[in-house]
């Protein structure tokens, strides 16, 4: 990380360079959905105030309140890495009512005001700031755990478009060109399109070659120039950076450079086999770029370079069951993926890739895990990337927060590498958004501007999927319904398309016929009537059709597989949380500070950071690493009934209490037995047991983790109606 930002200013000051001035929207002052105390509110001491958002934001403090003249007032967001680049905000006041608002923009799920002795709060809210863009694309089906993860997705996605595309909001706010390109990808499925412009800007952004020269290479094929170009069609753009991608390629870029990332971590990375795999990808779309722009006296040499690398690669890289270089000793699941998708892996090596390494190597971060899904996908093993991908993800979707991280479980790849206690919990180069929309849901342009396109989904496991694409020709939208007898896809396609409609024959057991409203145009052969719609023909994978612009009702009738590998997520019961504004909390240890992340950047961990209602602070036991007979308790000041308690650690997962035992009191001295006890789980532990009346409450550990201390970062107490 320390790499990453002692370059962040060169690469912002080449960014703005480059760039013109973004259109910033001010979505005006916001009332807070928590406030950590009823206001007006004033004590004879200093004291913080907790705010919470809806959502996580870019955005200003705001405070009414009533003061003698010369008091410090200081503005905060509650995740500490934004003082990487903000400092803290401190305004002085004047005698009497008055209004105070930060002039600096930060980002986060909440905001601390620091008010000191005498000083009354009368009112808090916020105004909220971004980039001038509408949420336009839509994804929905019957796994609450996906739809999760596509929100939280395009909420990433927005946080990290301001001035350009950022890859973080907080600490680095670094234009890198692998965060970039996925952010460029998600903003044509998730935005209107005034977004389409930072797009533009990242693909007519001049190279630096000595910038991190991997990423370029992630970004001059079909995921970066070919993808802007084929959402616009826009041909000028293309032509502009025709010449610098074609000198890159040619006369610049370096193999084995040790400046080349391609992805996180320290672990098992084949990058011989991965940059091979892109610079191939890179001369195909050069290629296109050459036929589209009729450079056709350049397409000899391209050809000859691609012949070049196909004709070594198996004889350099295969295995008799994967790729590998010699730099590795055991293959990379992300060198094996991007033999698939770039067509250097021969589809007869598929299975033998899948079973060897895609199934077993779990190495890539997940901003390389975008391009292990879509190999799983091509391959006809979506299930298992559905799966990868719920896995993956598990500890980020049911979490408090709105957003992705940088690092799955905050640690740099597979949890065997190291911990990153510093990486932000707002990361853009999270994919699962564009996955969903484009390859499950299977819709993505076929030519330039969407004048072709196809809707081939591979939904997996999924029954049902309403999904809306923004296209620069209008809204596609496709509403998909699965029983175990047919097969419903419905279609809004607008003008000046063409679309490609393919029914997946993995979907099913047995395909009777296929119709479009009550018509039926294909039983193994293609009977056609319907005008409107031809034959496109049929593959191992899909019956194709062709459909002119309108709506569309297609059904498969037969026996369809209905497979369930993974629940769906239920609702959760009728539960209420207790107010706790007035509780107060302690602890077995006097509240403590801790220097955060090697930064020396101090962080407050006393005991009422744990209910003050914003899951990034938080109590954590500074005398030692976790040990029995720690204790944490509540006082909710009178009798309660309640039958939960969920202990949220996100922010530090892997504090979670090694093992625990809660009790209750009346009187705070007699507690008698516990009324649960367990081991405790990273993240989120989620404890029930038989409804009590109490008015004390204590989580006390149990268990013993020589690595990590033990911190509560909210804590909720529930009864079930």
């Known amino acids: 990380m320390a790499l990453k930002t002692i370059i962040a200013g060169l690469a912002a000051c080449l960014l703005f360079a480059s760039s013109g001035m973004a259109a910033i929207k001010d979505y005006g002052l916001k009332d807070y959905v928590y406030v950590s105390r009823e206001l007006p509110h004033a004590q004879n001491q200093p004291w913080k105030l907790v705010c919470t958002m809806p959502y996580n934001c870019h955005f200003q403090p705001w405070i009414k309140l009533v003061a003698p003249a010369g008091k410090k007032i200081s503005f905060d967001s509650s995740n500490p890495l934004v003082v990487y680049l903000t400092p803290t905000e401190i305004h002085t006041t004047t005698a009497g009512e008055q209004i105070q608002e930060a002039t600096n923009w930060v980002s986060g799920e909440g905001a601390i005001y620091t008010i000191p002795a005498d000083v009354t709060v009368e009112a808090v809210r916020y105004r909220e700031t971004g980039y001038d863009t509408s949420f336009a694309g839509q994804f929905e089906c019957n796994d609450g755990d996906y739809n999760i ?44 399109s005034a977004s389409h412009e930072l797009a533009k800007q ?11 020269p991997g990423q370029h290479l992630e970004f001059l094929g079909d995921y970066g120039l070919w993808f802007y170009y084929l959402q616009t069609g826009d041909l000028e753009s293309i032509r502009a950076v025709y010449e610098q991608t074609k000198i890159f390629l040619f006369d610049t870029y370096q193999f084995g450079n040790k400046r080349t990332w391609f992805d996180w971590g320290k672990e098992v990375k084949d990058t011989a086999v991965i940059e091979t795999c892109f610079y191939y990808n890179c ?9 589209a722009t009729r450079r056709d006296s350049d397409i000899p040499a391209i050809e000859e370079k691609l012949a070049g690398i196909k004709e070594k690669f198996d004889r350099q890289y295969w295995k008799n069951g994967f790729y590998m270089s010699s730099q ?41 895990d975008r391009w292990v899904f879509e190999a799983l996908c091509k391959m006809g093993k979506q299930e298992y990337a559905m799966l990868r991908m719920y896995n993956r993800y598990k500890t980020m979707i049911p979490c408090s927060f709105t957003t992705l991280w940088e690092h799955y479980d905050r640690w740099w790849a597979s949890h065997i590498d190291a911990f990153d206690e510093a990486s932000s919990l707002n990361h853009g180069w999270n994919p699962p958004a564009l996955l969903l929309s484009q390859t499950i849901a299977g819709i993505a342009p076929e030519s330039a501007g969407w004048a072709t396109y196809h809707v081939l989904p591979k939904e997996a496991f999924l029954t049902t999927i309403n999904v809306t694409v923004p296209t620069i020709k209008g809204n596609v939208k496709v509403d998909l319904r699965k029983s175990a007898s047919e097969y419903s896809l419905n279609l809004t396609s607008p003008e000046n398309t063409t679309a490609v409609v393919g029914i997946p024959k993995s979907s099913f057991r047995k395909i009777n016929f296929i119709k479009v409203s009550d018509a039926v145009i294909w039983n193994g052969t293609y009977s056609g009537g319907v005008p409107g719609i031809t034959f496109k023909g049929e593959d191992e994978s899909y019956v194709k059709f062709n459909v002119a612009p309108g709506s569309w009702k297609f059904s498969g009738v037969g026996i369809l597989c209905m497979n369930l590998p993974k629940l769906p997520l239920q609702s959760v019961g009728n539960e209420q949380p207790l107010d706790k504004k007035a509780w107060t909390a302690t602890a077995s240890v006097p509240d403590g500070t801790f220097l955060f992340s090697g930064d020396k950047i101090l962080v407050d961990v006393s005991a009422a950071n744990a209910i003050d209602g914003d899951h990034w602070t938080g109590w954590r036991d500074m005398s030692n690493t976790q040990f029995t007979g720690q204790w944490f308790q509540v006082d909710m000041k009178q009798p309660q009934v309640f039958d939960k308690v969920v202990l ?19 009187d705070g001295t007699n507690w008698g037995y516990p009324v649960a006890t367990g081991p405790g789980q990273p993240g989120i532990n989620d404890i029930s047991f038989p409804r009590q009346k109490a008015r004390y409450l204590r989580i006390t550990q149990t268990g013993v983790n020589p690595l990590y201390h033990w911190s509560i970062y909210e804590l909720d107490i529930y009864r079930h109606n």
């Open 328 to 368: 590795v000793n055991t293959p990379d699941d992300r060198a094996n993926a991007m033999a698939v998708n770039v067509g250097l892996a021969d589809q007869n090596k598929w299975q033998a890739i899948y079973e060897n390494v895609l199934t077993k190597k779990i190495y890539a971060s997940c901003f390389f």
């Open 283 to 291: 001369l195909c779309v050069l290629r296109k770029m050459a036929l």
């Open 149 to 192: 993860l596509w929100k939280k997705a395009a909420r990433t996605a927005y946080l990290c478009m301001r001035d350009h595309f950022y890859d973080c909001p907080d600490r680095e706010r670094v234009g890198f060109w692998g965060d970039g390109t996925p952010e460029l990808d998600q903003c044509f499925y998730l935005f209107d």
């Open 648 to 666: 949220d650690n996100t922010w530090a997962l892997w504090d979670s209490p090694a093992k625990y035992a809660i009790s209750v009191s009346d």
């Open 202 to 212: 990242l693909v007519l952004r001049k190279l630096e070659p000595k910038f991190y």
